[in-house]
């Protein structure tokens, strides 16, 4: 008879630990793991300007960056946004910059330090063209 009343008593305080979570403390949900929220992008430091890739750029040609031609003091950096649902590139036709793959919502930023007339293309759509004139 001992036994049985152990058994039961046991059985009564397991089921009592089970419901109370394990401990006597109040029971709280666990707190949701944060999303990672992304950084925000410095401001570059100087002057700064933007070009936009709209959607249907790979169709627009001269269209396909707005502006097509960009006029910007030596020093200012030009930030190209990707309003596009498919994926573009920002790459100056000679040695100077290559975005890489620019995600749909993406930017790309690059400081222009040099004087010059600069043609760039999308490396994926070659038909898209855009001039940066750097003075």
Do not use: K
């Not at 890739?53 to 169709?59: C, T, V």
């Not at 269209?63 to 920002?90: F, K, Q």
Request: hydrophobic share 35%; glycine share 10%; charged share 5%.
């Amino acid at each position: 008879m001992y036994s049985f009343r152990l058994a039961v008593l046991s059985a009564i305080l397991m089921s009592a630990i089970a419901c109370s979570g394990g401990n006597s403390s109040p029971s709280t949900a666990p707190s949701p793991t944060p999303s990672p929220t992304p950084s925000p992008t410095p401001a570059p430091p100087g002057p700064s300007s933007s070009v936009t890739i709209p959607a249907g750029a790979a169709s627009l040609g001269a269209g396909a960056y707005t502006p097509d031609e960009l006029s910007v003091a030596v020093g200012t950096t030009v930030t190209w946004t990707n309003t596009d649902s498919i994926a573009h590139t920002s790459t100056s036709n000679a040695a100077g910059w290559d975005s890489g793959i620019v995600a749909p919502g993406g930017q790309f930023s690059f400081a222009l330090q040099t004087a010059g007339t600069f043609p760039y293309h999308c490396a994926i759509h070659p038909g898209m063209i855009g001039t940066v004139v750097v003075h």
